[in-house]
């Protein structure tokens, strides 16, 4: 949309184009810069100077405390066991519904039977329930089966509601695989797993990074399944930042409550990084366009 | 031994009649496949719905208990004025962080239009706090928020003496607190929907108004814009659903205080189910909770799905 001749005035508009995109980044940056520079200062600097004076020395004392050693509630193990926790819960979770959501695709967009569009359509309605609708029940029900605070449990429930946006995903991508692919196989003979294996699967690669992409942001992030249906110690650690930074005996120490925050920011973070334009096409996928 | 059945091999029948039932086997396996989910939905989405449905006619407290006692939990609601506080702030904070993300979402997207050089970089650092949890957003923005050391204390040390900024603590103001922090969250995500719809549009059409002398600021209005409707719609929905969801943000960022000045019904739900012995009372908020998203969601899903049959 810019023309070759350049006038002084379009020149003009130009500067100040990249100016306010420089400052809306440095705004987007803040946050994160701040949580940096208070993490990498001692309790004294931060009562004494601002939220952007940079620290004197550069010191790690906050991480290490807050890795192994801040109290988060009922424990002062810092958040580093909670952060195994929701490894613990993340893995079998993304694992199990992505391989779940991909034969439900699989079947809603290849193998189609009367009524399957119905039942895709009263699935979907998993994605945009207000989860508040479902706790009471569900906690019921976790005690009744015995997996009540238990990682299991947690694992259950995620599976249980990321199911719905991974049969979206793999769905809408498998639609638009072309449809004489797998008649030919279907003649030829092979099988509804035989066709999944080694026809469709190897032509899933970019939904499935999108799809564990989703799925890991999804249930690392995850607050509300945590805080109702953990227990003490199988808590992930969204939930034990949360109670670090909201509960304190004593002082208040901001450097320790900011580097625990980064630490559980920083698997997704490193996800965006990495795969930002997987992230993005998760996102989109996520706002049911296909 | 039923001679029959012995007889049975003799026939010869015994091969094709597994044959066709490994078939029908065969035929059935697509629903098979499905069934699993198709029954968990059943329970884990439908039946608890259900389940809390009922759950919200009851008089249960701490334990459920299926005395029912008609809609009085309903009634209880309404007239509660913690209730009232949750759902005027989300009307609030939804309609600010709707809003401001619609518009700064557009505006950051036709400014990314314009063939900006370091185009990738700006939009990986416009959208990264979507990678972030509610959480971890919410302790940032308290530090940040905080009037004792945070962007007041800055601003004052700064040479601004009479700088007051202390929305966090200020039962009339915390609730903007929540949008501030909601928009840093997902504004750049609004941003990558419209990008993404502007460079689908139609560029034939483009260079015709172009030639016609109209302006860039005109294409966009008359154009541009108007062609990105569904887009529109689509974050409308989804802003809103976040909106509505809006539980980590508070539970961080301020605990639903001062008091309860900054409760959501999300919150509110939570704290009468789980930690105050209201079951019914929390069960009939969540109730309240579902039918807004319904009303907001059965207009959207039924035009998307329309609009997929006849595409």
């Known amino acids: 949309m810019v023309k070759p001749q350049q006038t002084l005035n379009q020149q003009l508009l130009r500067y100040g184009l990249y100016a306010i995109l420089a400052l809306a980044a440095l705004v987007y940056l803040l946050p994160l810069w701040v949580m940096l520079l208070t993490s990498l200062k001692d309790v004294e600097e931060i009562r004494t100077g601002t939220l952007l004076s940079l620290p004197a020395s550069i010191n790690f004392d906050a991480w290490g405390k807050a890795w192994s050693g801040a109290c988060t509630g009922s424990t002062c193990e810092g958040i580093a066991p909670f952060f195994g926790n929701s490894f613990q819960i993340v893995i079998p979770a993304v694992l199990i519904s992505t391989l779940v959501g991909s034969l439900n695709g699989y079947v809603l967009s290849l193998w189609k039977f009367r009524g399957s569009e119905i039942l895709f359509g009263a699935m979907l309605v998993g994605c945009f329930i207000p989860f508040q609708v479902i706790l009471l029940p569900m906690a019921r029900m976790l005690a009744t089966l015995g997996l009540a605070n238990t990682t299991t449990g947690l694992v259950a429930v995620h599976v249980t509601y990321g199911i719905a946006f991974t049969t979206l995903?793999?769905?809408?991508?498998?639609?638009?695989?072309?449809?004489?692919l797998i008649a030919a196989a279907r003649l030829d003979g092979a099988g509804f797993f035989f066709i999944f294996r080694r026809v469709v699967l190897p032509l899933s690669t970019p939904i499935i990074v999108v799809c564990v992409i989703w799925q890991f942001t999804q249930i690392w992030n995850d607050f509300l399944f945590g805080v109702v249906f953990s227990g003490a110690d199988t808590q992930p650690v969204t939930v034990a930042l949360n109670n670090l930074v909201n509960t304190s005996f004593g002082g208040k120490e901001y450097n320790v409550d900011m580097a625990a925050a980064l630490m559980a920011a920083l698997p997704t973070l490193l996800v965006y990084v990495l795969a930002g334009k997987y992230f993005v096409r998760g996102l989109t996928a996520g706002a049911v366009k296909g | 031994m039923n001679p029959k059945t012995l007889s049975l091999p003799e026939t010869g029948t015994v091969r094709p009649v597994t044959l066709r039932l490994q078939d029908r086997l065969a035929a059935q396996l697509?629903?098979?496949?499905?069934?699993?989910?198709?029954?968990?939905?059943?329970?884990?989405?439908?039946?608890?719905?259900?389940?809390?449905?009922?759950?919200?006619?009851?008089?249960?407290r701490i334990l459920p208990v299926w005395k029912f006692i008609g809609t009085e939990q309903y009634g209880k609601l309404l007239e509660n004025d913690r209730w009232g506080v949750a759902v005027e702030n989300l009307i609030i904070f939804g309609g600010l962080f709707i809003l401001i993300c619609l518009v700064l979402g557009v505006l950051m997207a036709i400014l990314l239009d314009q063939k900006i050089r370091a185009e990738g970089a700006l939009r990986t650092i416009y959208l990264y706090p979507m990678a972030i949890s509610f959480i971890v957003t919410g302790t940032a923005w308290k530090w940040l928020l905080n009037p004792g050391l945070g962007l007041q204390k800055t601003l004052r040390d700064w040479g601004f003496e009479g700088f007051t900024f202390d929305w966090l603590v200020n039962p009339d103001r915390v609730v903007y607190c929540l949008v501030i922090a909601a928009v840093w969250q997902s504004s750049g995500f609004v941003m990558a929907l419209f990008l993404a719809g502007l460079r689908g549009a139609d560029q034939e059409m483009i260079k015709a108004a172009q030639l016609d002398g109209a302006s860039m600021p005109m294409i966009y209005r008359r154009i541009i814009l108007p062609s990105l409707k569904p887009v529109f719609f689509s974050a409308f929905v989804i802003l809103s659903h976040i909106a509505i969801k809006s539980f980590d943000l508070v539970a961080a960022l301020t605990g639903g205080g001062p008091g309860y000045a900054s409760d959501l019904p999300a919150t509110f739900m939570y704290q009468h189910a789980f930690t105050r012995g209201q079951m019914g009372l929390g069960a009939a908020s969540a109730m309240l909770m579902l039918g807004g998203v319904l009303a907001i969601l059965v207009p959207y899903l039924y035009s998307e799905l329309r609009s997929k049959k006849n595409g």
């Open chain 2, 30 to 60: 697509p629903k098979l496949v499905l069934a699993p989910t198709v029954i968990v939905t059943l329970v884990a989405v439908y039946g608890y719905m259900i389940w809390t449905g009922l759950l919200s006619l009851t008089s249960s």
């Open chain 1, 169 to 180: 995903f793999f769905r809408n991508f498998y639609v638009g695989l072309p449809k004489e």
